[in-house]
């Protein structure tokens, strides 16, 4: 695995070309969803889960090869666990400032590759709601991540995007109880889907 993804790097500068211009710009956004309807075992246990997060952004081209830009985002989470003695349910929300870059490499016409760096800055709240207690934690994170991008591009100016996996850094901190966290993360199995639209400067 190491082999051919040594082998990639060393060719995709190879295939890169002036597919993009100093100057374009794109605004986008990715959209995540996840839902679990209730589903129950053998044991009397029932599990459910629903939330999404809506990240839109932008961003200019510095030259080529190099974009940066900015984005907003807004992230909802609810899950129910109930049993025959227990019930729970924990909510979460937040929202999200952050900056971004990336590194394109020009596969093809319609096909782009690109590494995407992401800096950014959250404050969200938990709830955590038992049979017995409540619980409320405010907290905000600052993280930074890497992932690969695959680009494609049915026209010159609509790209539909996917991200595959990532490479982060958060450190985290409980604004209720004053404590911190931080943490290396590496998600190999996590798509991302996302749609761009280019602003392409005229040759």
Same mark, same amino acid.
């Given at each position: 695995m190491k082999k051919y993804l040594v082998t990639l790097l060393m060719i995709t500068p190879l295939l890169s070309s002036g597919q993009f211009m100093?100057?374009?710009?794109?605004?986008? /956004?990715?959209f995540r969803l996840s839902s679990q309807t209730p589903t129950k075992s053998n044991q009397g246990t029932t599990y459910e889960v629903k939330g999404f997060s809506i990240d839109p952004?932008?961003? *200019?081209?510095?030259?080529?090869? *190099?974009?940066?830009g900015g984005q907003i985002g807004y992230s909802y989470f609810n899950s129910k666990y109930n049993d025959q003695t227990n019930q729970r349910e924990y909510n979460s929300k937040g929202f999200s400032l952050g900056l971004n870059s990336r590194?394109?490499?020009?596969?093809?016409?319609?096909?782009?590759?690109?590494? =995407? /760096?992401?800096?950014? *800055?959250?404050?969200?709240?938990e709830t955590d709601i038992t049979s017995t207690s409540e619980s409320n934690t405010q907290n905000y994170q600052i993280g930074t991540s890497l992932a690969p991008t695959f680009i494609f591009f049915p026209s010159p100016r609509w790209?539909?995007?996917?991200?595959?996996?990532?490479l982060s850094y958060n450190y985290s901190r409980n604004l209720s109880t004053? =404590?911190?966290?931080?943490?290396?993360?590496?998600?190999?199995?996590?798509?991302?889907?996302?749609?761009?639209?280019? *602003?392409?400067?005229?040759?």
């Open positions: 100093k100057g374009d710009k794109f605004i986008g /956004g990715t952004f932008m961003g *200019f081209l510095i030259n080529e090869k *190099f974009a940066i590194r394109y490499f020009s596969i093809s016409e319609k096909f782009v590759f690109a590494i =995407s /760096g992401y800096l950014n *800055f959250s404050r969200g709240t790209g539909l995007e996917a991200s595959i996996g990532a004053d =404590s911190d966290t931080s943490y290396f993360n590496f998600y190999y199995g996590t798509i991302n889907l996302g749609l761009s639209y280019y *602003f392409r400067k005229e040759n």
